[in-house]
């Protein structure tokens, strides 16, 4: 199947495409790509649902913020702003959530340790460790080791991390 769309044209992937586009109901699919979306927001892990929860939980914090901004732009430009201080206001208080989310996505990628996503995982040792010390390569990184002296292909679990030193503990050990 894979070779079939790789070896045809662009103009036959085109008129395949119509050709089956077609054939289908586009008024049923029409249909049920609504009620698909529908019920993803009506889903109560929703984004929608996420955004609602966090906004009533805090639409105090969210006021003072979006007061906030608007006191800064306003500060910023007294003239031309008064007239539009309430539109400023309910926007900045609508918006705020969204911008904290998104600083907070942005504060976890930079505050995050690498190596963080190793902990708890099994690997097979690939040199021995040796008077406690020791080395591997994981995603194409170099790190050292720690733990108890292990011979090569022993099985270990990586039960902590500090700075490119990986703790692990034995989980058998291999003649």
Not at 27 to 40: K, L, S
Not at 92 to 111: E, G, I, Q, Y
Not at 125 to 152: F, H, K, M, S
């Amino acid at each position: 199947m894979e070779q079939e769309k790789q070896q045809m044209t662009l103009a036959q992937r085109l008129q395949k495409s119509w050709a089956d586009l077609r054939q289908t109901n586009l008024r049923a699919q029409a249909h049920y790509a609504v009620f698909r979306t529908t019920q993803h927001i009506k889903n109560k892990n929703g984004l929608v649902k996420q955004y609602q929860q966090r906004f009533i939980a805090g639409w105090e914090k969210w006021l003072g913020v979006g007061a906030g901004i608007t006191g800064l732009l306003m500060l910023l430009n007294p003239d031309s702003l008064w007239r539009w201080q309430f539109v400023l206001v309910l926007i900045s208080v609508l918006l705020a959530p969204l911008l904290a989310n998104l600083f907070h996505s942005l504060k976890k990628v930079f505050t995050e340790y690498p190596g963080k996503q190793l902990i708890g995982q099994v690997i097979t040792l690939e040199q021995p460790i040796v008077e406690g010390t020791g080395t591997i390569r994981l995603d194409n990184l170099e790190w050292q080791l720690a733990g108890v002296d292990c011979l090569a292909g022993t099985q270990a679990r990586i039960i902590a991390i500090n700075d490119r030193t990986l703790y692990i503990t034995p989980l058998n050990q291999t003649s």
